[in-house]
C-alpha cells in the first residue's frame, strides 16, 4: 500500500528562488506551482492555495508566455493542465480551458517534455476535442517510422550512428507509447483512427522489449539504440530514463491490449530494480531523475492489483512495491529540512527538478494520484 499518512508539508504560497525566466514553464517556471497547489487545496481547502495558484494562473496569462502546445517547457498543454487541476473542484477556468482545447494539437516532435505526447496529455484530461484526434494521427504516424520516432536532439558531446531513437519516457519511444496507450479506446476518436492505435501500441512495446538489455538482476533500458549499439544508463532508475519510466509505458500497453505478457515484463523490470543495489545512478531528489520520480512509478505498481495472468513464472505476484514505496516515501520525508528555503536541497522550486514536484509527489502517493497525471503516474 501507499503511505496513508500526509506529509507535514507548508511550502511557502510565494517561493521567490530561481524560477525559470519563463513564467509558463510547467517545468521550473512559477507555473510549476500551480498543480502542487491544487493538490494542497485538496487537502487544506479553507487554506487560500487556491487563491495563491489563481493568480499565478493570472499572471502567466497575462504574460503571453505559453506560445506553444507542449506540456513542460512553457506550453499551452502545460498551462491547461495547470487550470484544469486547479479548477477541477471549483469547477473554474471553464472559458480558457475551452479555447485551450480548440488550440492545443500536434507539436514539432514528439516527446512528452515539449512535443506531441505531451500536447496528448492536456487533451486526455479534456473533453473529446478534434486536437485529440489530430495528435492520436500524429503519434500513429511517428511509430510507423524506423526506427520509431528517431530522435531529433542528441545529448550534447553524444556519438550516435544513423537511426538513433531514444528509449526513455520524457524524450523516447516511451512516452508516445504512454499516451498511445491511454488514447486506446477512448471515445473521442473516430473508429478508424481508434483502429490504428493499438496496432502501433504493440508495435512500440515490441520495440521496447526488444531494445532491452538483460544483466544480473533482469530486464533494464539503455537510453537509447541505433542499430547496432546501446548507449548509457542501462540500470538508471529514474522517470525520465531506465527501468522506471519504460516500465511504466509498457504497463499501461499490457492494460490497453490486455496483454499479460506485457504488464508482466513490466512488473518483473521494476521488481528487479528494487531488488537491485540503492545507488540506481540517481542524483536528485526531484521527479525526473531523483527519488521522487522512483517512488511515483513504483506506487502505479504497488497500486495496480496483478491477476493470476500477470504471475511471474515462479508464481508470484506480491513484488514488494508497496514496502518500497513506503521506504521511498520516508527517505523523502527525512531529506526535508525546515530550514531551507525551499524545504528540500535543491535548485529551485520547480515541478521537474525542484521542491514543488518532491511535494506534489509525497501527496499524490497519500492523497491525490491525479495529482501526478502530468507525470503519466495516475
Known sequence: ???????????????????????????????GLVPLYAALDGVAPNSEWDVSGHHILKDVTFAGSAETAGLFSGGLAGFGVAAALMGRRAGRYGKVLGRLDAAVGPVAGHDLIDGTAGAAVYLLMRPPSPGLEAVARELVRGAAACPPFPMRRIPPGWSVGDGYADCGLAH????PLAVLSLLSGQAGLSEQVGELVRPAVKALAEWLLDAAVQDEWGTAWPAGVDGTRTYPSPRRASWCYGVPGVARALWLAGKALDEPRYRRAARDAMAGLLEAPDGWGLDSLGVCHGLAGLMLMTATFAAAEPGPADAREDGIVDDGFGAAVEALFDRLCAAYDSRLPLGFDVAGPGLLTGAAGIALALLAVTDDPEAASMFLAA
Open 1 to 31: 500500500m501507499a503511505p496513508s499518512r500526509a506529509p507535514s508539508l507548508t511550502p511557502s504560497p510565494a517561493p521567490s528562488l530561481a524560477l525559470d525566466p519563463r513564467p509558463g514553464s510547467l517545468a521550473r517556471g512559477k507555473l
Open 172 to 175: 523516447g519511444v516511451a512516452g
